[in-house]
């Protein structure tokens, strides 16, 4: 597989280097830290796969041809990197002293990183997207999700998985997960719900931990691939990294969004070795420069404390970003990968449908965060946590800037600054070349950013982090100061003066050609207040905790926070010192069904929320499965004053009939066997049910269980459960005679699911029952026969009787046989069978008997005990 382009950077870039330095690399300084801690893997005489970063493609392959040395080549990157299978004691002895040799690692196996188990989009406000642009669903948008397959039977990926070669074999239930917080279309349940629900969705095997090739990407238009996954800590730049870094720039409009890791609490390694719970991220490719690597938060915003942090192997800020992700950094990035897709989404509809370029999308993203921890950039938290809505307004207001600068060259832009601005935000990204593997410092084109105030000349400098491997530095505040080895930089200030700033880029140290860049910037007003959930699209669980959230510019500590259920003729108190700062608080919502409001109260202002309906969650049964139809019911909600019920679609869930029944029979037509049902509030939907397979309910044609069971050693206990009374006449216990079966017991009217019988008259051996269901329209429906076993006077039972030839005899007992032989013989007395009984229970195959009549002889410790006849046929 070969890729063109900016793959060619690498090599020239490469070549640059080599000529300044005039010198050979070691060949130890050659190997990757993971070869340099595992050297058994240069003396193994065992194949296995190897990366190799060479200055010249050509040389290499010539050198391998000549020496015939078994270094198979399996895979060109134009720029240098080759995938080959070799011995590693070739690597040693005839690969790693040649001067084209650059650098050599081993591929390692990825795990998949922990899954989210909870559901909120409210954190990271994508709620409010999605009621600001519904329209805005990712169509005509494919996302990638690298590692294992999902399952495709997803009913929440319905109609929008693509199959391709790129896929793996194995199918994970976290590929799963990580594909429906992405694009889950919520047909099984609300928590089914992705970021972008239109969007189509192909999976790429993480077994090869490279970028796919760039005609992959074009050819299947993936404009967003997501790396849930990880290795081991790894502390370097890697031919991995080096090929992340050259994918963006070779792929236009693409983005790789990784997740940081869950090893935060890990000691680190490499320049930080030693260090406790920092520079901890899993996997070198996450050294990457130009990609989004993404840290996990909670709830409320905290950085978890099994998320990986920062700072990269040289310094760098990462994680650049920090999102949900209850459990791990996996969710965590899928939410963002999904945001992302929204603003490609926005972009594309504006722009002609072009993609926005990957730098525009990294500084919104990274200028539109909320800051968490520490003030300004840290390692634990990034930029700050994944604010979508505020991405997408400066999306919307097109708050961003475009240009390029070369060797020393300066670009400046104004920008006018309002009264009342309680912060001013901005950012600057670019999209850096590829590095060498294995590189001290991974920048190679250096810019700078300053924020001038026109009024007087001040001069502001970007956030810098201290990056010397010291614990208590790398927990320090940022400063201001010139920044020399992030390809991202920002600047903020409290509460600016009114007037026009100018903002200049500076390219520092660029070796060769422009760089392109762009800038993000915001203006935060003072005193605002904006409820961020719940919104009229979301909806408040009854009788539970929600987690209800605003944000707020605010000096104020605390408001008054209060709901009403009347459309605000009244109001109740939820919290009389709502912490506005923390910008969420539990309230218990009432156990009712219905619209509510909220609203907070502020120095004398008020805000008032959404109107949001207030339910609880239904709970669709099958009250009958039969051949023709099927009959699903909910049980009535107080305030609900009709119900809609939904059938699964092509791709998503339809509705079918809005009544105020509490059932609906569906036929067997062929139609979607997925159900499920909201409760309406007038016009406003309520929370959508559990969405069920009515055929997997474990409800057959009205009955749901029957079973009969041995009582008191001599009663035969019936129970009986059917799924509804509907059209129901009576309900029968019977038993199987000599004559067929007989009524024992029957139930008419029928006015409960619940049917139990006591049978007195066992016979000794076998007594068979079954439940016949009569309907009014004069069908029956029956039951599967269940046997009780009696021993009453016998030792032994014997069925069935007549047997198939080609069947087994089941042999009863009443205690443990010990010594116990089973004997068949003839109509003329040969014996025909003899068989050891050891269990209680057991089944004897027949050696394909003639069909006739057979006499049983069961014998104790030599001594006859049962004896019989038996028909086979």
């Not at 991220?281 to 978890?304: Q, R």
């Not at 982090?465 to 208590?472: E, R, V």
Request: glycine share 8%; net charge neutral.
């Amino acid at each position: 597989m070969k890729q063109t382009g900016l793959w060619l950077l690498i090599f020239t870039l490469t070549t640059q280097l080599v000529v300044a330095q005039k010198r050979v690399i070691p060949a130890n300084r050659k190997l990757s830290p993971v070869l340099q801690n595992n050297t058994k893997l240069l003396t193994s005489k065992q194949e296995q796969v190897f990366w190799i970063v060479t200055s010249n493609i050509d040389s290499a392959r010539n050198y391998f041809n000549t020496k015939q040395a078994s270094v198979r080549i399996i895979q060109e990157y134009a720029g240098g990197l080759l995938v080959v299978t070799a011995r590693g004691t070739q690597i040693d002895s005839l690969v790693l002293s040649q001067p084209f040799v650059r650098f050599v690692d081993v591929p390692r196996q990825p795990h998949e990183e922990l899954a989210i188990s909870t559901y909120d989009n409210s954190l990271n406000t994508i709620n409010m997207v999605h009621k600001q642009f519904p329209g805005l669903k990712g169509n005509d948008l494919v996302v990638s999700v690298k590692e294992n397959k999902p399952d495709t039977g997803d009913i929440d990926l319905k109609g929008r998985y693509i199959s391709t070669p790129l896929s793996s074999a194995l199918i994970s239930s976290h590929a799963s997960y990580m594909c429906t917080i992405i694009a889950g279309g919520e047909n099984s349940y609300y928590t089914g719900g992705g970021v972008v629900p239109a969007a189509s969705v192909i999976s790429s095997n993480f077994a090869s931990l490279l970028p796919d090739a760039d005609n992959d990407y074009k050819q299947h238009r993936v404009s967003v691939q997501n790396h849930s996954y990880g290795t081991g800590i790894e502390n370097y730049y890697g031919a991995d990294a080096a090929a992340y870094d050259a994918s963006l720039i070779n792929n236009p409009g693409l983005l790789h969004v990784f997740s940081s890791g869950n090893s935060g609490n890990l000691v680190s390694t490499g320049p930080y070795a030693g260090i406790n719970n920092m520079a901890n991220l899993t996997g070198s490719f996450k050294m990457a420069k130009n990609i989004l690597t993404v840290g996990a938060t909670d709830s409320f915003g905290t950085v978890a404390y099994l998320s990986s942090r920062g700072p990269a192997y040289d310094g760098r800020i990462k994680p650049e970003l920090v999102a949900f992700g209850e459990d791990g950094s996996s969710g965590a990035a899928a939410h963002t990968s999904g945001t992302v897709l929204l603003l490609q989404q926005f972009y594309k509809e504006k722009h002609n449908n072009n993609l926005p370029p990957a730098s525009l999308l990294k500084a919104v993203l990274l200028n539109s965060a909320d800051d968490r921890g520490t003030a300004g950039p840290d390692y634990l938290s990034g930029y700050g946590s994944l604010n979508a809505w505020k991405a997408m307004q400066g999306m919307v207001n097109e708050q961003y800037l475009t240009g390029s600068v070369t060797q020393g060259g300066v670009q400046t832009f104004s920008l006018p600054v309002p009264a009342n601005t309680r912060q001013l935000k901005i950012t600057l990204c670019w999209l850096d070349p590829p590095a060498i593997a294995n590189a001290q410092k991974a920048l190679i084109n250096d810019l700078d950013i300053e924020l001038v105030y026109n009024g007087n000349g001040q001069v502001w400098l970007p956030w810098v982090l201290s990056p010397a491997p010291i614990l208590d530095s790398l927990l320090l505040p940022a400063v201001r100061k010139k920044d020399t080895l992030n390809p991202v930089e920002q600047i903020t200030l409290l509460n600016p003066v009114a007037g026009t700033y100018t903002i200049r880029v500076k390219g520092s140290a660029i070796p060769g050609g422009s760089q392109a860049f762009h800038i993000a910037w915001q203006t935060d007003a003072a005193d605002q207040f904006q409820w961020q959930f719940p919104l009229g699209i979301d909806h408040v669980r009854s009788g539970e905790n929600n987690l209800v959230r605003w944000s707020s510019t605010f000096n104020t500590a605390a408001g008054l926070l209060e709901y009403s259920l009347n459309q605000g003729a009244t109001w109740l108190p939820v919290n009389d010192a709502a912490p506005l700062a923390a910008g969420s608080t539990y309230w218990l919502a009432p156990d009712t069904c219905g619209t509510a409001l909220l609203r907070m109260s502020i120095n004398g202002q008020s805000f008032i929320s959404d109107t949001f309906a207030i339910a609880p969650t239904p709970l669709v049964q099958v009250g009958f499965n039969c051949p023709d139809s099927a009959m699903l019911f909910w049980d009535r909600i107080p305030g609900a004053t009709s119900y809609r019920v939904y059938r699964l679609g092509e791709k998503y869930l339809e509705p079918v009939v809005t009544s105020a029944d509490t059932s609906i029979i569906v036929r067997q037509s062929g139609n979607s066997v997925y159900y499920t049902i909201a409760p309406m509030i007038g016009d406003r939907e309520g929370l959508k049910a559990y969405t069920i397979n009515y055929q997997l309910q474990g409800v057959d044609c009205y009955l749901k269980t029957f079973f009969a069971d041995l009582v008191n050693g001599n009663t035969g206990s019936l129970y009986a459960e059917i799924g509804t009374t509907f059209n129901v006449k009576s309900i029968t216990f019977e038993k199987l005679t000599g004559t067929g079966y007989q009524a024992l017991h029957t139930i008419q009217p029928v006015t409960d699911i619940i049917f139990e019988y006591s049978d007195t008259k066992l016979v000794d051996g076998v007594n068979t029952y079954r439940v016949k269901v009569e309907l009014n329209n004069g069908h029956f429906a029956y039951s599967n026969p269940q046997s009780i076993y009696y021993f009453l006077t016998t030792r032994y039972i014997i069925f069935p009787n007549p047997v198939s030839s080609t069947g087994s005899l089941w042999v009863l007992t009443k205690e443990e046989p010990q010594n116990t032989q089973l004997l068949l013989f003839n109509t003329v007395g040969q014996k025909v069978l003899q068989y050891r009984l050891t269990q209680t229970a057991e089944a004897i195959p027949l050696p394909g008997l003639k069909n006739g009549v057979y006499f049983i002889s069961i014998q104790k410790n030599g001594k006859r005990e049962f004896s019989g006849k038996v028909m086979v046929r």
